[in-house]
């Protein structure tokens, strides 16, 4: 930083007591106590929208970066892939307060300690990519959480603790219809959750799996499919929200009903045309559509089948772009 390099990579911050790593740090023309220059922090995500944490991150960096060149950068900066590369930078004065909030905060924690019954792991989405899951399965087992039973969320293992039941176990014994009302959401739900723990139960403790089929219900579940018609397709694809500059729907799959053939298409590029088999399109965008018609197959009515609340998204973004 004193020899004044436009851009430090990977740039190693410490004050004693908290450290990071800086992506980078971007050399800017404001006078500090290195000359004058100065220097603000640049750091890149994959996620397309900047998260409390990136921020909090960078106004850590920046405050390392105030000690060492004496006065406080004016920006920090997030770099995200869309669009060739895009640069969010953000205000440090907007989010100072808020980060020595938190800072003060947690340093307290780590001081003064926390009652052991105040931190529990309970899952979140970040376990799928936290250094720590062995650790925080380990535990939950341990104590045979709640959040084992499938379907069960952590709404639902608040009001169940409410009930003074904690385990699985015990979860899976509790008498049915339920004796207590629950405070949010219906019996119902809470029942079926119960039904599930005790299925699961029943599987550990005999080793084997145990599954129950359930009755045909008007309705529910695939009951709820429309007739088939002929000329039914069930169609899905698979996409990448981070290639490219919107993301690329790569796999194309569907099935006529009445056909086992399984018809692919894949792409690999946005605007990549490829050689189709007999009775595809060779136009990469709307290939689906232009193959049912080819396999004169449109009847007055058919139904697309799909498994997800994607497709139908997804399904018309594509054929908006033909
Ligand atoms: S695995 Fe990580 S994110 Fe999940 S509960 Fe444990 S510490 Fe928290």
Known sequence: MRAGA????????????????ADFLKKVDAPSGLGKWSYEVIDSKLAKETRAGTILQLCLYSEMIEKIQGTPPEYMHVITPENGFTTHTYRLDDFMAYHRLIKRSLEAAIENGIEHDKTYPIPVSHCDVCRWWQYCVARRRKDDHLSFVAGLSARHTVEINNWSIFTLEKFAQIPIPLQTKP??????????LREQARV?????EKHIPVYELLDVTEDIGLSRLP???EGDIFFDFEGDPFAYENGLEYLFGWVFAGDDQYHRHWRSDAGQRVAAKPGESRTTIGVFPIASATANRLPPLLFVNSYS??????????????
């Open 6 to 21: 436009d851009i430090i990579y990977q740039a190693n911050l410490s004050d004693g007591t908290w450290r990071g790593r």
């Open 183 to 192: 405070s949010r959401g219906s019996a119902d739900t809470y029942e079926r």
């Open 200 to 204: 699961q139960f029943e599987s550990r």
């Open 227 to 229: 007739e088939p018609s």
């Open 309 to 322: 609340g994607t497709v139908p998204g997804g399904a018309s973004l594509v054929s908006g772009s033909m």
